[in-house]
Structure formats: structure tokens, C-alpha cells
């Protein structure tokens, strides 16, 4: 009797030493994991940030060139004015409005 409480006792010893082996590395594994999860938090802020950033950089040059564009449209409706055509015609071409007299009107059939 005595060997057998000798033998169960030397089995639980060895399995509570095994289990405790297996606490250990299941412990050292979720550590693992809490450090690469929190590695992986930080990367993923970090890369974040720079989208964010690129994203400002992207708005301001959009920004940038909708002023351009309005003054753009400014300047062609400033060359492009009825005064302004009709002023370089006269001077450089020497073109002027037909009298009344002058003009003929064509009926279409």
C-alpha cells in the first residue's frame, strides 16, 4: 500500500510539475502575443499619421489649384471681353461695323 501512495504521489508530483511547465509557457506565449499586439498598435498609429499627413499635403495642393483655377477663369474672361475683342479688331485688323447701307440681307429657301 505504502508503494502505491509512493508511486501516486511521485505521478501527481510530476504531473503538477508538467502542469506548471505548461502554465510557464502558455504564460510566456500570451506575453508574447500582448507584445507584438502592442507593437502592432503602434505601427498602425504611426502609419495613420503619415496617411494623415499625406492627406493635408494632398488638400493644400488642391486648395492651391482651385485658386489658380478661379484666377485662371478671371484672366480668360478678361481677354476673351466683347470691349477688348472689339478694340484689337479695330486697331490691328482696321475692321469696323458695315452701315446700314452696306448690308445686304439673304433669304434662305
Not at 489649384?65 to 478661379?70: D, N, S, Y
Not at 478671371?74 to 452696306?102: C, F, G, I, Y
Amino acid at each position: 500500500m505504502k508503494d502505491m501512495s509512493q508511486n501516486l504521489n511521485m505521478w501527481l508530483k510530476r504531473a503538477s510539475l508538467q502542469a506548471e511547465r505548461y502554465a510557464m509557457v502558455l504564460g510566456f506565449l500570451l506575453l508574447l502575443l500582448l507584445v507584438i499586439s502592442a507593437q502592432m498598435v503602434i505601427y498602425s498609429s504611426f502609419e495613420a499619421r503619415v496617411h494623415i499627413n499625406h492627406l493635408h499635403q494632398l488638400e493644400k495642393a488642391r486648395n492651391a489649384m482651385q485658386v489658380e483655377w478661379g484666377q485662371l477663369l478671371l484672366e480668360q474672361s478678361a481677354w476673351a471681353s466683347h470691349s477688348r475683342v472689339e478694340s484689337m479688331v479695330t486697331e490691328q485688323l482696321n475692321m469696323s461695323v458695315p452701315k446700314a447701307k452696306d448690308t445686304i440681307l439673304v433669304r434662305q429657301l
